[in-house]
């Protein structure tokens, strides 16, 4: 499962002070001795911001996890049937897992996950034995982070090479690593995962419960004296809000939709308030000279990539033409998502769709990924890994066993996207509802997944893939399994 030899990458956010548009510079560490790093609080930051880092890996969600091989899997775009243009995508969009290609591919993922699980306990336990003495809560901050981080690595290889969990919830699925150990543990049913990444996200709760973005919001500027940023910038990190997010998102995965409930609609409560407001209108509708494509008021937890703009250049971009480049289907932007009326509830008033998509010829590309005028903002950085639009979705989605029910909710952020309400809340609608406020950020197949629902990827019922195991279960990892 894991390399024998494992090397940890660290890195430190360090703040630049000199002028308002530097705001964060990140410097790598890579050659810092595990021994100085768990010496010293700074040490233990160090080595927490390296885990938060390397989760911009291309192998996690910098790329396969995000945008690319994930989207492809949840149907998000058209992929041709000409090897010379797509390549091995053509294989991924037929659900053919069993390539060499791919294989290679999910082992990667699997593993570069499972490295960074390893870096959070080997943290977590020599915090708990460690003579350091902490700084405020900064104990509790780091512990209640990694135990965050743990979790939510779990979930998502989880939900990639799990079973569907609706469906067979005890069939035997991944390991959960609670210690730092290079020796492979075995797989566990996939409920008892599920109550291991709930217990972690619990405690991790609890742990934050002092967190300053409960009292103070995201803090996105330096403090004035000069004193440690660690405490800044919460929305770059798994703070209270965020774990209560993955709770939710977790929750109705796991069919707890009490839980679902009561969690999505906490956070909504607390950004009513000011803490994680919906986007500014002027930022996205008309023509701003620099849109705010992200929505980054919104977002909950995102990763920040100096080199974020790489994957509209790798991936959307029109003039890689007659290379690949990922797009919808034109029917399907068209005729249901942005279109269709009260039917679907698709509107081209819709702002996700006039500052996302951008007509070149006779098809649209998705800008959201794309460089902003003012190259040095955060927001030019940002990857979205949590987002405040999909907490309605999932109060809407689990507020009782009527969907009807969670219409409000949904048009809740539906007036905040410049489209009108609806007036019944149907399965297929919420869907679109996903689509339409999620593309492009890597939930859409587990979306379909979660529901054991047809994959949507173009405007006509008959050429979707129905649900099934082998499009859904993704097989284990030959790093896995040989071991």
Request: hydrophobic letters at 40%.
């Amino acid at each position: 499962m894991m390399r024998k030899h494992i090397f940890i990458a660290v890195a430190v956010f360090l703040v630049t002070l000199s002028s308002c548009d530097k705001w964060l510079d990140v410097k790598p560490y890579d050659k810092i001795s595990q021994g100085e790093l768990l010496s010293s609080e700074q040490g233990y930051m160090k080595l927490l911001n390296g885990i938060y880092i390397e989760l911009n890996s291309s192998m996690l969600y910098g790329g396969a996890m995000s945008v690319e091989m994930i989207e492809i899997m949840g149907g998000a775009y058209v992929i041709g049937t000409d090897n010379s243009v797509w390549g091995n995508y053509a294989d991924l969009a037929g659900y053919e897992y069993g390539t060499d290609y791919w294989r290679a591919r999910m082992n990667e993922t699997w593993n570069k996950a499972y490295s960074l699980i390893l870096n959070c306990n080997l943290l977590l336990e020599n915090l708990e034995s460690t003579s350091v003495r902490f700084t405020g809560d900064n104990y509790k901050v780091i512990k209640g982070e990694a135990l965050a981080l743990r979790a939510m690595l779990h979930f998502d290889m989880l939900r990639l090479f799990g079973p569907v969990y609706s469906r067979n919830p005890e069939m035997m699925s991944i390991p959960y690593y609670k210690k730092y150990s290079v020796v492979p543990n075995e797989p566990l049913p996939a409920s008892e995962v599920a109550a291991e990444i709930t217990h972690d996200l619990h405690e991790a709760r609890i742990l934050l419960a002092n967190d300053p973005v409960r009292t103070s919001g995201i803090m996105s500027s330096a403090p004035a004296d000069g004193s440690s940023t660690f405490m800044y910038y919460r929305n770059l990190r798994l703070n209270y809000y965020a774990v209560t997010a993955l709770l939710a998102r977790s929750g109705l995965y796991f069919g707890d939709n009490e839980a679902a409930y009561r969690y999505s609609t906490e956070v909504i409560e607390a950004a009513q308030t000011g803490i994680f407001p919906f986007v500014d209108k002027s930022l996205v509708s008309g023509s701003p000279e620099d849109p705010d494509r992200i929505f980054s008021s919104e977002i909950i937890f995102g990763l920040t990539h100096s080199q974020r703009n790489k994957l509209f250049k790798d991936y959307f971009d029109p003039s890689r033409i007659p290379n690949y480049v990922f797009r919808m289907d034109n029917g399907l932007m068209s005729d249901l998502i942005y279109g269709g009326g009260a039917t679907t509830g698709g509107s081209q008033d819709d702002f996700r769709y006039r500052v996302n998509w951008v007509a070149t010829g006779a098809n649209k590309y998705f800008y959201k990924y794309s460089d902003m005028v003012d190259t040095g903002s955060i927001t030019n950085t940002l990857i979205p890994m949590i987002r405040l639009g999909e907490m309605y979705l999932i109060a809407a989605e689990s507020r009782s066993q009527d969907i009807e029910a969670g219409v409000s909710y949904v048009n809740q952020l539906r007036s905040a996207r410049g489209v009108s309400s609806l007036q019944s809340l149907s399965r297929k609608t919420l869907q679109y509802e996903y689509i339409r406020e999620l593309y492009g950020e890597g939930q859409l197949f587990f979306m379909y997944k979660r529901m054991f629902s047809p994959v949507l990827f173009t405007s006509s019922d008959n050429k979707n893939p129905q649900p099934s195991d082998a499009i859904f279960v993704v097989p284990l990892p030959s790093s896995e399994t040989d071991n």
